[in-house]
């Protein structure tokens, strides 16, 4: 099947689509047959795309090799318990969707594109079955018994128990956690009338419905965060400083929204430099050696980065050069580290924005690099009732997460025992590298709060989908008007969808009132700032 520029869809709209996408092609081929989902049925079938793994290595990635890194616990583990929890609120709650369940199926984006854009495939394949209602190949049936828990998303199953699988109305979309891999997932997601609820991505073009037509979000864009940069800058009256920022939408649009704040409240920025996403020790050097030898007046250095790739840098500088780092991530931990390597420590002083915020993992080795840096991180709740449900997993009963094993080998430094009967080469990557660990996991592990940080978005992550659910609930009321699923609803237009979407209004887990404006953003909210003393 071929869709060119125009093509009706059974329920939906048109879909421009200028690129005439072979989408059988699309849909059968482009997505790997190797990765795990997280599965919950339901009537209405929503999707989640989180990092459960960080980015391939420079290396891999250059060489084409999509294995991605070691398991996040915050922005995977977390997140994904966060969603499995919330989904079970929401199907308890008798005055949300009655009579109507909400299912998830979760997949893992490792913060990087070509992985996330490989998911959006499966969710678009999905969204497209329900639509036609039908199967698009025969690797689409399967048997539900084993949708019932996570599973390897694995065509082998569905080649052995050849049941036909029920098909999924499938509405929508939170996630991913990048604004970069957001932006690609989402000029996808538009094609087909998907919509995407953003619960990380902040980078101001996402604010821009010209081009992310289906595309909201419950976190304030990184304009707010620019202006209060700029504000701790003014009131140091440091006016003659250096920039850099990560490639992409993150860091880029972020550093473009300060310089022209900077400007107007007369501060110079005698340079700017730009760093990979995912850069070698040598690029981050490169830049530290920079700053100091060709403008070394220039002692704030504003950052528009990643927060472990700021590390890297900070790791090789020394008492001269103040950091003023937004939009942090992995770029953080390769600054650090850079200064470190170089042996000039303490020459940035960072300023940081959520993508730093107070994680401690960002700094975890180079504290020392870290000492006075001043970070910001978006107001978002502390959630009590995740610690009672987080603290109480454990591998054993623990079968909805298909990632949990290996994230529990990893925290407590053991081999789950079934891994050491296990064919070798039926092993993934990060399954395998868990067998250098010297003991088994005897289960007398647990997760306590010594050993634990709630990630600080995670009230974003249930926030998503809850505005998910609210639009389907005023959807279902003002079409159904009566509990449970009707004619109107057992296929769902997305551009419809977009629509309630647009118009939720309830209060979110923080307290605050959840709505959009005409650009999908919601209200801005003051940041709290955070002091880097001493650790």
């Not at 419950?218 to 140091?236: E, F, G, K, N, T």
Request: hydrophobic letters at 35%; proline letters at 4%.
């Amino acid at each position: 099947m071929l869709i060119t520029r125009r093509a009706q869809r059974a329920g939906t709209d048109a879909t421009e689509n200028p690129y005439s996408i072979p989408i059988h092609t699309l849909l059968t081929e482009g997505a790997s047959s190797h990765k795990k989902t997280a599965y919950v049925d339901g009537d209405i079938m929503i999707g989640a795309l989180f990092a459960m793994h960080e980015q391939p290595e420079h290396r891999r990635a250059n060489s084409g090799d999509r294995t991605c890194g070691k398991i996040w616990e915050q922005y995977g583990i977390q997140r994904l318990e966060a969603t499995l929890k919330t989904i079970e609120k929401i199907n308890a709650d008798p005055r949300l969707l009655p009579n109507i369940t909400l299912g998830v199926e979760i997949r893992d984006d490792c913060w990087y594109s070509p992985v996330a854009l490989e998911q959006t495939i499966e969710f678009i394949r999905e969204s497209i079955a329900a639509q036609t209602g039908g199967v698009l190949d025969k690797s689409d049936q399967t048997d539900e018994a084993c949708l019932v828990t996570a599973t390897d998303d694995g065509n082998a199953l569905r080649e052995i128990v050849p049941q036909k699988k029920r098909k999924k109305n499938f509405v929508g979309v939170i996630g991913p956690g990048s604004s970069s891999v957001t932006i690609q997932v989402q000029n996808l997601l538009q094609l087909f009338s998907i919509p995407q609820i953003g619960y990380s991505a902040t980078s101001p073009d996402l604010s821009d419905k010209t081009s992310y037509k289906y595309f909201l979000r419950v976190v304030p864009s990184d304009r707010y965060q620019a202006a209060a940069m700029l504000d701790i800058i003014v009131h140091h009256n440091w006016t003659y400083i250096s920039a850099m920022c990560t490639k992409g939408s993150y860091g880029t649009s972020g550093l473009e929204a300060f310089k022209s704040l900077a400007k107007k409240s007369g501060i110079c920025i005698a340079t700017e430099d730009t760093i990979s996403s995912n850069p070698d020790d040598m690029e981050y050097e490169r830049v530290v050696v920079s700053f100091l030898r060709y403008y070394p007046n220039a002692k704030v250095v504003a950052c528009f980065c990643e927060g472990k790739s700021l590390l890297e840098v900070l790791v090789r500088l020394s008492r001269e050069i103040y950091l003023v780092n937004m939009f942090l991530g992995q770029t953080v931990t390769g600054l650090f580290n850079a200064m470190r390597k170089l042996g000039v420590s303490g020459k940035f002083l960072l300023i940081g924005s959520d993508g730093w915020a107070d994680r401690t993992d960002v700094v975890s080795g180079v504290e020392q690099e870290a000492v006075g840096g001043i970070s910001i991180r978006i107001q978002s709740p502390y959630l009590p009732w995740f610690d009672e449900h987080y603290f109480s997993l454990n591998p054993r009963t623990n079968e909805r997460n298909p990632w949990f094993k290996e994230f529990w080998s990893v925290k407590f430094e053991c081999v789950m025992p079934e891994l050491l009967t296990s064919d070798f080469s039926a092993l993934t990557a990060n399954q395998a590298a868990t067998l250098k660990y010297n003991r088994t996991c005897d289960g007398s592990e647990q997760i306590k709060p010594d050993r634990y940080k709630q990630d600080t978005k995670m009230g974003f992550v249930v926030d998503s989908i809850y505005t998910l659910a609210h639009g389907l609930h005023n959807m279902h009321s003002e079409l159904c008007g009566k509990p449970g699923l009707c004619s109107e609803m057992e296929t769902i237009n997305g551009s419809l969808l977009l629509d309630y979407l647009m118009g939720v209004n309830f209060t979110g887990v923080g307290g605050h009132t959840i709505t959009f404006d005409e650009n999908g953003d919601p209200p801005g909210k003051c940041p709290y700032i955070t002091l880097i003393e001493s650790y």
